[in-house]
């Protein structure tokens, strides 16, 4: 079911219900750290979909697990508020968390106002203001990204903007559960070393 564009809905439907979920924006982007495997790289696919659908959903305990794939389509129906789908293969050019101050600065800007100080914002009434960042080091780095991955000649600006911000421009895949051990033994080492006085 195609949702109302024009409301703010509260609740998703499926299965003859209609399910109460949490809908700030703070709340979406959480989902999407924990869908994405940012929030615990060791979950599979679908423990981190079952950790969404109760992030969610706020009555998830009294769904049946029956129901799972159903809330799966319409929380994604939810997060993406309408808007197609780019699929497995649409290029990635923009990161919540990594782009997280980019983002509100951009969002502040278009807005008038910081949107992280509000107590309540609807995640559909965020990406109103999301898609307004016209302009601004954001879309400046959502641009490069975009030139970068087509292979397209950078102009000097960009290229000197590139070379000053090369950290946030490009985008940083979550650590493997292999380098997030590797990187705790090092630091064991490291502090062992510092425990004997080296």
Known sequence: MTPNLWTLPE???FADTDWRVHT?????????????GTADPALIDSERWYVALALF???FSLMPPVQYREACEAMATFVQAGRPDGGPCA??????Q???ALIAAGTARAAGQDLRALPHLHWWSFLGWFDSIADGPFATV???RDKLRRGKKLEPWEREFYRAHRAEVDLHRPASPEADAE???LLALLKEDERRGK
């Open 24 to 36: 700030d924006f703070r709340d979406v982007l959480e989902i999407l750290r924990w869908l994405d």
């Open 142 to 144: 959502v641009a490069l």
């Open 57 to 59: 959903y706020r009555d």
């Open 98 to 100: 990594q782009d997280a």
């Open 183 to 185: 990187k705790q033994r």
């Open 91 to 96: 290029p990635r050019l923009m990161d919540w």
């Open 11 to 13: 609740t998703v439907h």
